[in-house]
């Protein structure tokens, strides 16, 4: 986990607008298929999430899951809920115009998220880019894209 500064920090990945915009299309059973596998199957690399949190020290340098004091959540139709997280910047400030204060703009990875998750058990999952995807990421999905990831270091 990491500070988002500015803009510069962070690049739009236009891979995985692409995929994400492919899966909201209407596909047939077997493109529907392909298009979730295309999705995951990149989502196993480096990718990070843009999220906001309220953190214990914001003047720390090195961050750790720990650090966070609280964030906000959102309530899904299910009563269950979710840590809203974005793929890009421009659909975190269209969801969040303004940070509130003392809330704090974050980078995570896959297992920065996965930490999060499993030290709240009242999260059921992350949510990617709420409204848009509604991109639903369980505790055993990132664990299982972690995993595949490091098989596919480890050749």
Do not use: H, W
Not at 127 to 153: C, F, G, T, W
């Amino acid at each position: 986990m990491r500070y988002f500064k500015n803009i510069n920090d962070y690049q739009k990945d236009e891979k995985l607008c692409q995929l994400l915009a492919q899966r909201r299309a209407p596909l047939s059973e077997e493109g529907m298929r392909i298009a979730l596998t295309d999705l995951t199957l990149y989502l196993c690399s480096d990718v990070e999430f843009i999220g906001s949190a309220f953190l214990k020290d914001s003047s720390a340098e090195q961050l750790s899951i720990a650090d966070i004091e609280k964030a906000d959540m959102m309530e899904g139709t299910d009563g269950e809920r979710y840590f809203p997280v974005f793929t890009n910047a421009d659909l975190f400030f269209s969801f969040k115009p303004q940070l509130k204060d003392g809330e704090t703009l974050l980078l995570f990875t896959k297992q920065d998220l996965l930490e999060f998750l499993n030290g709240n058990d009242r999260i059921a999952a992350v949510v990617a880019n709420p409204m848009e995807d509604d991109l639903l990421l369980y505790r055993v999905q990132l664990s299982n894209m972690i995993a595949l990831a490091r098989q596919k270091e480890n050749g």
